[in-house]
């Protein structure tokens, strides 16, 4: 088991910056991919950002990529996204994901994701 806590959501005016970040717990002796999705209103949840166990590979959700970042620090066991250039498309419930896999993997699919956090809200507006 793996347990997500997410924090650093907020309000924030478009064209700003907000970072999230992900803490997660339970296992520790196998590898696992840390991803973000998002919910907006009305909406299905969408793929944000992904990155492997050893940070070496990411993939990102087209309508982010060039504006938001994901690292991970494998030390502290979180994962972070960095969010700029915010816009009102934005707004939405992040969650934090983790998948299975060896030390590389990353997956852009929603279904493969076996553990989640609670979510936190980023709300984009003036």
């Known amino acids: 088991q793996v347990q997500l806590v997410e924090s650093g959501g907020g309000l924030v005016q478009p064209g700003g910056s907000l970072r999230l970040s992900c803490a997660a717990s339970g296992r520790t002796f196998s590898s696992y991919g840390l991803a973000w999705f998002r919910q907006g209103a009305s909406k299905e949840r969408e793929f944000v950002a992904t990155?492997?166990?050893?940070?070496?590979?990411?993939i990102y959700g087209r309508s982010v990529k060039g504006r938001f970042t994901i690292s991970r620090d494998t030390v502290k066991n979180t994962v972070a996204l960095q969010m700029n250039n915010l816009k009102s498309e934005d707004t939405a419930v992040y969650y934090c994901?983790?998948?299975?896999?060896?030390?590389?993997?990353?997956?852009?699919?929603?279904?493969?994701?076996?553990?989640w956090g609670q979510g936190t809200q980023v709300i984009v507006s003036s």
């Open positions: 994901a983790a998948v299975d896999g060896d030390s590389d993997f990353v997956t852009a699919q929603e279904s493969q994701y076996m553990y």
């Open positions: 990155i492997s166990w050893r940070g070496t590979n990411t």
